[in-house]
């Protein structure tokens, strides 16, 4: 089964009002506008980062060219992170603890857990490092996630008043130096109350129709749309519910945005934990058919109004948006006619502007400009490309 067909059926079998407007907007003209189509030619980017990812190595793996990237990312094609081991868990061995403040602690086996009402999201899963460093640009993509309600599970076991913080452990273990201490540790994230009841964070189980894959979190892994990657734990095996803040490597000292701001005219420097997504673009890749260029990407982290391309620093010109595909946490695809392009090198830059007016900051924008870390960068991207 091809999957990127796969987002479009479950479009067309949503309600009988959608299906009208989506069968005059799936028309094939509409859709060849955004995906990738056999017959174009792709121009690679000539400011192209080196495929090993340096520093990162043996950390992130499976990274991707824009160029190959569409609205759906394959799960072979999907990139993955793990700061610690890549446990391979046995189906057998597994279960999954909910424990702490709560009336009913409970364990629970993956059979358990698929046996519970099922859901389904797209979601564009961006590491919060992605385009902090020159040689990560593509942590991101977009799968079909599957799985339970996180929320459900919580309210069946019983949320006690004292509880704070929900904590989301992994089975992977690895080594960290506190001060004069060797801490050994599990891979952990945690989330407030309110936030990790929210009623789409999915226990998942399936990624793209196929069993969650092991590098991916197999069995289980937390699904929390809306926030960076860093929040979806893989591997599962413990929540636990705390009256205290974790403030472990994950949440207290890497993963922490470090920025100038100013308050009351004066210069603060703030630390703040990565959390939610942030409105982001970038031009994916730019194709010739014919004698005619098209520029094509993705916009995505909030709800988008408007993507803007400038060519060469020229005027922001309104791309369209790809109608066809609106899901609440995935990207949207956009694109650009190019009729007057030119041989020679030429630097493109995009924008997103959000449904609530907020726009992609530049890299001049204090936000950016002011930020001392590699995290939550999500100023405008610029890409170069030389065409003959
Ligand atoms: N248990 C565990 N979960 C984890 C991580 C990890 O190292 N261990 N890495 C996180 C980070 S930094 C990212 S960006 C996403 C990446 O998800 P993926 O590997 O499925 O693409 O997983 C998150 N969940
Ligand atoms: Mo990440």
């Given at each position: 089964?091809d999957?990127?067909?796969?987002?479009?059926?479950?479009?067309?079998?949503?309600?009988?009002?959608?299906?009208?407007?989506?069968?005059?907007?799936?028309?094939?003209?509409?859709?060849?506008?955004?995906?990738?189509?056999?017959?174009?030619?792709?121009?690679?980017?000539?400011?192209?980062?080196?495929?090993?990812?340096?520093?990162?190595?043996?950390?992130?793996?499976?990274?991707?060219?824009?160029?190959?990237?569409?609205?759906?990312?394959?799960?072979?094609?999907?990139?993955?992170?793990?700061?610690?081991?890549?446990?391979?868990?046995?189906?057998?061995?597994?279960?999954?603890?909910?424990?702490?403040?709560?009336?009913?602690p409970?364990?629970?086996?993956?059979?358990?857990?698929?046996?519970?009402?099922?859901?389904?999201?797209?979601?564009?899963?961006?590491?919060?490092?992605?385009?902090?460093?020159?040689s990560?640009?593509?942590?991101?993509?977009?799968?079909?996630?599957?799985?339970?309600?996180?929320?459900?599970?919580?309210?069946?076991?019983?949320?006690?008043?004292?509880?704070?913080?929900?904590?989301f452990?992994?089975?992977?273990?690895?080594?960290e130096?506190?001060?004069?201490?060797?801490?050994?540790?599990?891979?952990?994230?945690?989330?407030?109350?309110?936030?990790?009841?929210?009623?789409d964070?999915?226990?998942?189980?399936?990624?793209?129709?196929?069993?969650?894959?092991?590098?991916?979190?197999?069995?289980?892994?937390?699904?929390?749309?809306?926030?960076?990657?860093?929040?979806?734990?893989?591997?599962?095996?413990?929540?636990?519910?705390?009256?205290?803040?974790?403030?472990?490597?994950?949440?207290?000292?890497?993963?922490?945005?470090?920025?100038?701001?100013?308050?009351?005219?004066?210069?603060?420097?703030?630390?703040?934990?990565?959390?939610?997504?942030?409105?982001?673009?970038?031009?994916?890749?730019?194709?010739?058919?014919?004698?005619?260029?098209?520029?094509?990407?993705?916009?995505?982290?909030?709800?988008?109004?408007?993507?803007?391309?400038?060519?060469?620093?020229?005027?922001?010109?309104?791309a369209?948006?790809?109608?066809?595909?609106?899901?609440?946490?995935?990207?949207?695809?956009?694109?650009?006619?190019?009729?007057?392009?030119?041989?020679?090198?030429?630097?493109?830059?995009?924008?997103?502007?959000?449904?609530?007016g907020?726009?992609?900051?530049?890299?001049?924008?204090?936000?950016?400009?002011?930020?001392?870390?590699?995290?939550?960068?999500?100023?405008?991207i610029?890409?170069?490309?030389?065409?003959?």
């Amino acid at each position: 089964m091809d999957s990127i067909e796969m987002p479009r059926r479950q479009f067309l079998g949503q309600s009988a009002a959608l299906v009208t407007s989506a069968a005059v907007l799936n028309s094939p003209l509409l859709m060849q506008a955004f995906a990738a189509q056999p017959g174009e030619e792709i121009i690679p980017w000539s400011d192209q980062p080196p495929a090993d990812p340096g520093v990162a190595r043996g950390v992130i793996q499976n990274l991707q060219r824009w160029e190959d990237l569409d609205w759906l990312t394959p799960n072979s094609q999907f990139f993955n992170i793990a700061h610690y081991n890549h446990p391979h868990i046995d189906e057998q061995d597994w279960s999954l603890e909910i424990t702490g403040l709560v009336r009913k602690p409970g364990r629970f086996r993956l059979s358990d857990i698929r046996a519970r009402p099922r859901h389904e999201l797209s979601f564009t899963l961006e590491c919060a490092g992605n385009n902090g460093r020159p040689s990560f640009l593509t942590g991101i993509g977009t799968a079909q996630w599957a799985g339970t309600s996180l929320a459900a599970m919580l309210r069946e076991a019983g949320l006690l008043d004292t509880g704070i913080e929900v904590v989301f452990v992994g089975a992977d273990t690895g080594e960290e130096q506190v001060r004069d201490i060797k801490v050994p540790t599990s891979f952990a994230r945690s989330m407030g109350v309110g936030d990790s009841m929210g009623p789409d964070n999915l226990l998942c189980y399936e990624m793209n129709g196929a069993p969650l894959p092991p590098e991916h979190g197999f069995p289980l892994r937390l699904i929390v749309p809306g926030w960076y990657g860093i929040a979806n734990v893989k591997w599962l095996r413990r929540i636990e519910v705390r009256a205290t803040r974790l403030e472990n490597r994950f949440m207290g000292r890497d993963y922490v945005t470090i920025r100038e701001e100013k308050h009351d005219g004066r210069t603060e420097w703030v630390e703040t934990s990565v959390g939610r997504a942030q409105i982001k673009s970038a031009p994916a890749r730019v194709v010739r058919e014919g004698g005619h260029y098209k520029i094509v990407g993705m916009a995505w982290g909030a709800p988008i109004a408007r993507v803007e391309v400038s060519i060469d620093s020229g005027p922001w010109q309104i791309a369209t948006i790809d109608p066809t595909r609106q899901e609440k946490y995935a990207w949207r695809l956009w694109s650009l006619d190019w009729p007057a392009s030119a041989p020679g090198e030429h630097a493109i830059t995009v924008r997103a502007v959000g449904a609530d007016g907020s726009v992609q900051p530049a890299p001049t924008d204090p936000q950016i400009a002011g930020k001392h870390t590699y995290w939550e960068s999500n100023g405008q991207i610029t890409r170069h490309i030389r065409l003959s």
